[in-house]
């Protein structure tokens, strides 16, 4: 059974420092997709990453693949409020179906 | 731009009573999904449905659930016999044709459900 963890679970930080979300997953594939959600909201896309070594970056967010190691981060700099958000990975094991991570809630402080 | 719209966005019944949740699909896709996520937890995969009937379905998705296109453009989840512990956001999903080799799922706004 595929499972997908991240960490840090909560992250409370401030404006204009870097940080890093993580995720592993414990069977191979090479879909990965990372979602922000704001509170009692749907999800929003943000990354998709199909190959290993894959990067891709929208504004302060970059998101990066290894699926040797089965991990995949997404680094934020110089954080904004405007970031504060849950943000989930989840994993396509080839079945129709994505199974995410637990969501990492990040919050940041003026 | 094409959206997955769902109806109701909060609904109440009482544990025990029948809900059928309802999801519009983007109109070209051809794969739907329900998910589900209780409060303060991850997004959970429920089911997913491909030329009228179920592809893949979790441990969750038992008898007391079910999956229904019932015309060219709605798709369905009904709950029999509510629980309080079926108490969640109902998020749908579809997608379309694969596409670089995967299906990028197009998300819903949820219907959050709750049982009394």
């Known amino acids: 059974e595929l499972k997908v963890e991240q960490n840090p679970l909560f992250l409370s930080m401030q404006e204009g420092k870097n940080y890093t979300i993580y995720c592993n997953y414990s069977?191979?594939?090479?879909?990965l997709y990372w979602y922000r959600q704001d509170p009692g909201k749907s999800l929003e896309s943000l990354f998709v990453l199909l190959s290993n070594g894959a990067v891709k970056q929208e504004g302060r967010l970059m998101a990066s693949l290894d699926t040797k190691a089965r991990l995949s981060t997404l680094h934020i700099t110089a954080a904004v409020h405007d970031l504060s958000a849950t943000y989930f990975c989840a994993v396509d094991p080839g079945a129709q179906k994505l199974v995410f991570g637990q969501g990492t809630r990040l919050t940041i402080n003026p | 731009e094409p959206e997955v719209t769902q109806t109701p966005s909060h609904q109440v019944t009482q544990m025990g009573q029948e809900v059928i949740l309802r999801c519009v699909p983007i109109s070209n896709h051809l794969y739907f999904y329900w998910y589900r996520q209780i409060l303060g937890q991850k997004v959970e995969f429920l089911v997913s449905f491909y030329n009228n009937e179920i592809s893949e379905k979790s441990e969750i998705f038992d008898d007391q659930f079910s999956v229904e296109r019932p015309d060219g453009s709605n798709f369905t989840l009904k709950i029999r016999s509510t629980k309080l512990e079926d108490s969640a956001m109902y998020f749908c999903?579809?997608?379309?044709?694969?596409?670089?080799?995967?299906?990028?799922?197009?998300f819903g706004p949820g219907t959050r459900l709750t049982v009394t």
């Open positions: 999903a579809s997608s379309g044709t694969r596409l670089a080799g995967y299906y990028e799922q197009y």
């Open positions: 069977t191979t594939s090479d879909r």
